[in-house]
């Protein structure tokens, strides 16, 4: 019986993707050229055994939707920042990045990354003020009886939905280029907000990878670590570049419940070709109409607040160096990763020679 709980861990981690997938329409990417994301990192999981598997990640998606300001703008983000992790994985310097910078800028960037979701989650909600504050109060609610993510997702997401439809009526038309079941070529742009996001959102899958894949891969109990970081961070990286192109979603590494299974690669691999049905289908398009962007602001708030910012802000305010991790903090939240990211750099370095490095 593996194979049902392998399904059925698949199908889970399905549930939490789906509500992020709709997040991704509501910031006008294309669906349909997404589904090959997922058959490529299938395929590259099945080929090398991998356990970690890439889908739809919110943190990236709503990084990507604040410092873009179109969707040429957002694809551009995604290709520039696929670039600069291609370069990663293939050298193998995603693990010195870390080493060079210290775990406790990494913890205080990936803080501010929390306190960025929770202030998204908040505008959302300000924006759409009974579907957002909905999907927050019902967010808070379950997640204190469970302490489960899935069910957070799916049923702040789904209660705020309905009572966007049953209210408000709410329908929305997707734009064309969104549902379409073909590819529609989009020309990269560069600007100064297209290499801010970039950068960006380089920064934030390096904490990303190490951070959820490293955490997948613990969730084996598999001694040593199964997790391949260059793997992971190449594998996105190929997958994002392509699709960008294609006006197309980024999938990243998330935590996957998939680790927890009996073959944990067998159902990383089917959460993947389940997700990738679900988008040739156009399943997705179909249920995006009714699901208001501000029904992810629970889910964001509750991410960002409870769970990246406590446990990555106690690494960066312990030990040596607190003070560059705090302002790295700081300035992610305020600004961007990047920013963030490289103040922390600097001040690693310059504080010592002015005796602040404490």
């Known amino acids: 019986m593996h194979w049902l ?6 199908i889970g981690v399905v549930l939490n993707g789906i509500p992020q997938g709709i997040m991704a329409m509501s910031l ?11 058959i490529f990192a299938s395929a590259v999981n099945g080929a090398f055994g991998a356990v970690a598997p890439l889908s739809f990640q919110a943190e990236s998606l709503a990084l990507t939707g604040k410092l873009g300001r179109s969707l040429p ?7 520039g ?4 992790m291609l370069v990663i994985g293939l050298t193998g310097t995603l ?5 060079v910078l210290g775990n406790g800028i990494m913890a205080g960037m990936m803080a501010g990354v929390g306190i960025m979701l929770a202030k998204i989650a908040l505008s959302l909600a300000k924006d759409q003020q009974l579907t957002g504050w909905i999907s927050i109060a019902l967010a808070v609610i379950i997640y204190l009886i469970t302490k489960d993510l899935v069910w957070t997702i799916t049923i702040s997401v789904v209660g705020s939905s309905l009572a966007a439809v049953g209210i408000q009526h709410y329908h929305a038309d997707l734009p064309e280029h969104v549902t379409a079941r073909r590819f529609i070529f989009t020309k990269p742009t560069v600007n100064v907000r297209v290499v801010r996001g970039a950068l960006s ?12 894949g490293l955490i997948t891969g613990q969730m084996t109990g598999i001694k040593p670590n199964p997790v391949n970081l260059n793997l992971l961070t190449g594998t996105q990286a190929i997958a994002d570049m392509g699709t960008s192109l294609l006006g197309g979603a980024p999938v990243e590494a998330i935590i996957s419940a ?7 690669v067998v159902a990383g691999i089917m959460m993947m070709l389940i997700m990738a049905v679900i988008l040739a289908f156009g399943w997705l398009a179909k249920l995006g109409k009714f699901v208001p962007s501000a029904s992810i602001a629970g889910f964001l708030l509750i991410l960002g607040v409870v769970v990246i910012f406590p446990e990555n802000a106690a690494i960066a305010l312990h030990g040596t160096g607190t003070t560059a991790a ?10 961007d990763p990047f920013t963030g990211l490289l103040t922390g750099a600097i001040l690693k370095f310059v504080l010592p020679l002015l005796g602040l490095g404490v």
């Not at 709980?5 to 698949?10: Q, Y």
């Not at 693990?95 to 080493?99: E, R």
């Not at 998939?258 to 944990?264: F, G, Y």
């Open 326 to 335: 705090a302002i790295t903090l700081v300035i992610t939240a305020i600004v």
């Open 201 to 212: 959102l380089a920064c934030l899958n390096i904490g990303a990878n190490i951070s959820y």
């Open 81 to 84: 920042g696929s670039v600069i």
């Open 5 to 10: 709980t392998d399904l059925l861990s698949a």
């Open 28 to 38: 006008g990417f294309a669906i349909f050229p997404t589904m090959f994301s997922f």
């Open 73 to 79: 703008e957002r694809t551009s983000i995604i290709f």
């Open 258 to 264: 998939t680790a927890s299974a009996p073959e944990p």
């Open 95 to 99: 693990t010195k990045i870390v080493d």
